[in-house]
């Protein structure tokens, strides 16, 4: 089975800001994983109150709400999401805010979510890629959360 998605939710699922900004001003279509990654609270919480189903929604390569989320690098979007029930890839989640240095979403889904922090990357744990990736201050976080 192969696996469509657009340019849009490729820019989201790779937190691709300018490009995803860029395509919306040609006239893509705004979903709720774009809105997340852009870090639209406002338009997130729009969204599911009119439709709480969207929390289940899936964007490219069917990546959860959840991982866009952390993407944005706020807090306040994943307490949002977290808050109508969106705990689907929350390894996921971490993985891509340790690895685009998002520093307070590291912060947030440490302190809220209990992800595992034995996740592996590439054969390497959390800790060891964001330590290769010099982002000492998610180093010093994940240590102080047990980090592995």
Known sequence: MRVVHTAIQAAAHTGQRAIAEY???KGARLEVCTAAMLGDVAEVERMLTHDPGLVWHRGG???PLLPHAALSGRPEMLALVWAWGAREGMEQALGLAVLSNRVEAVGWLLENAGPDLG??????TLLERAAELGHQEIVALLKAYGGP
């Open 23 to 25: 395509l919306l001003a």
């Open 61 to 63: 390569h069917g990546i």
């Open 119 to 124: 996740r592996s990357l590439n054969g390497k």
